[in-house]
């Protein structure tokens, strides 16, 4: 079983005593010592205070700067805290490579049965490639190490890829991080790959290395104790990536249903560089998000004729006989049948007929969720008049759909008719910039509905500001889950949990 590991990263031995039992509570099965934070150390005293009063497991590190701690000092007296902590019985003691023979020259061979020495490595600029990191578990093990750890830094999310060869070949026990928020999926997938342990952080605020998810995030949200090698990866490919809530979501339905998958933050640069660098059969399907939805469409092998239409491509699926990636659009059902429920006095055009046969909707934005409002709404029988903040690109699509284009900024005079629909299907007004809003409030009243495809915040300024006006409005959060839905049902197999879905996206949006 992969050890969830909490670093404690406090300055005072208080402060660390009361993290050991937050630790505890939260879940972790062990917990990092970080003796290099402590301000005023003092190890006579300090050192048997918190060993002997540990509620778990430590291991204990006392990083220099030279490898991306904060201790100053001389190598004498870090020693000197590590042969006490070893004496008193820590169950772990992690000392860098560079000085790994040196100090294991200074310590007895009858170490306690139940203690295990860590040989660290740290590359804070990149990560090697596959032959210079497997050289280097050589030479790890080859200086004594019980156990051995390598963290780098990942530049791009492929860089990750490289690390898990290196683990699954590995004859003895490994520890092998990416560290940024690139490489997040090699923390969460540890359990996967053969890690020993992972590092889970108390709080936001208690990191001691970058990208590292908190204890609750890894066993609440990613179901980390049921990561197996057997388990499935899906996940979200974007850039920005941090704000989803997919990741929730779908993660406490896998749960829910039963099924052994995993859904992944993977914040991603070159969506071509990624797909073709994780080829293995587990990795079963994504979510894709800005700004890859239209290249998905080249990447795929084939395409489902709605999303070859809209030209925008939101979920991949991997063909489980042939590994090919088909690609699809849950964006397009998501939003419009989120649309057609909020127009009100509809009902009198009958079930055959769209509530939106007829109307103009106005829709700002040409990237991938643009598209798919736009030509859903064309396939409606809706007119349809894009606008954007790059002209040329309202063009484009607008000459797609027989319909019109206008500048962003014409959106404030706009008005050739009433009972208008507005969808706002940009970023404007996503958290973290929630001032953003693609339409001046005095320019609302001019429709009979607002709907925005931005779900974080739930009530964004733009549909704040239409409730302000008197407009009806239609929340993010609705395409949100019905997106969600299709696509949960294409990564399974199985029906989504509809209900359980609401739920969810109601609490964590």
């Not at 497991?57 to 701690?69: D, I, K």
């Amino acid at each position: 079983m992969t050890l969830v590991c909490a670093p404690v990263v406090a300055t005072s031995v208080e402060e660390m005593e009361q993290d050991m039992a937050k630790a505890k509570s939260l879940g972790a099965d062990l917990v990092e010592l970080r003796l290099d934070f402590l301000h005023h150390f003092q190890p006579d005293i300090d050192l048997p205070r918190l060993i002997s009063n540990r509620p778990l497991p430590v291991l204990v590190t006392f990083r220099p700067n030279w490898e991306g701690g904060q201790y100053q000092g001389d190598d004498s007296t870090r020693f000197s805290a590590l042969r006490s902590a070893i004496e008193l019985g820590a169950e772990y003691v992690d000392i860098e490579l560079k000085v790994a023979e040196k100090f294991i020259s200074t310590i007895p061979d009858n170490r306690p049965d139940n203690f295990k020495l860590i040989v660290s490595s740290h590359n804070y600029e990149f990560t090697p490639s596959s032959d210079e990191l497997s050289d280097l578990v050589a030479r790890i093990q080859a200086a004594g190490a019980d156990i051995v750890k390598i963290a780098t830094k990942a530049i791009d999310i492929c860089d990750v890829a490289r690390m898990f060869q290196v683990m699954v070949h590995c004859h003895a026990p490994i520890i092998g991080l990416v560290m940024s928020e690139r490489g997040l999926m090699s923390r969460i997938l540890a359990p996967k790959y053969g890690g020993y342990l992972t590092f889970g952080k108390l709080d936001a605020e208690k990191e001691s290395a970058p990208g590292q998810p908190t204890i609750t995030e890894l066993l609440d949200i990613y179901n980390f104790r049921q990561i197996t090698a057997d388990t499935k990866v899906l996940g979200l490919i974007a850039n920005p990536v941090k704000q989803s809530k997919s990741p929730i979501l779908h993660n406490k339905c896998f749960k829910a249903v039963g099924f052994n998958g995993v859904y992944l933050p993977l914040l991603t640069d070159d969506l071509g560089k990624f797909l073709d660098t994780y080829l293995s059969p587990d990795y079963v399907g994504f979510s894709c998000s800005l700004p890859h939805k239209v290249t998905a469409v080249r990447r795929c092998n084939i395409v489902h004729p709605v999303a070859l239409s809209i030209g925008a491509v939101n979920t991949l699926i991997r063909r489980p006989y042939d590994g090919k990636l088909v690609g699809f659009n849950t964006d397009y059902i998501g939003s419009i049948s989120a649309i057609e429920d909020g127009i009100k006095g509809s009902s009198s055009k009958g079930d055959a007929v769209s509530p939106l046969a007829g109307r103009l909707v106005v829709v700002v934005g040409a990237g991938g969720a643009g598209k798919a409002v736009a030509f859903g709404a064309r396939e409606k029988g809706a007119r349809v008049v894009v606008a954007n903040r790059t002209y040329e690109r309202a063009v484009t699509l607008a000459k797609e759909l027989g319909g019109h284009a206008l500048r962003l900024a014409e959106l404030a005079t706009f008005h050739p008719e009433e009972g208008m629909i507005l969808a706002n299907a940009t970023s404007l007004g996503m958290y973290p910039n929630v001032d953003g809003t693609p339409i001046p409030k005095e320019a609302l009243r001019f429709y009979n509905l607002v709907f925005d495809a931005v779900y974080a915040p739930k009530v964004t300024r733009l549909l704040r500001e239409a409730q302000e006006s008197g407009v009806s409005t239609v929340s993010g959060v609705e395409m949100f889950v019905r997106q969600a839905m299709g696509q949960f049902e294409r990564f399974t197999g199985m029906d989504a949990p509809e209900s359980l879905m609401r739920e969810i996206a109601m609490k964590y949006t």
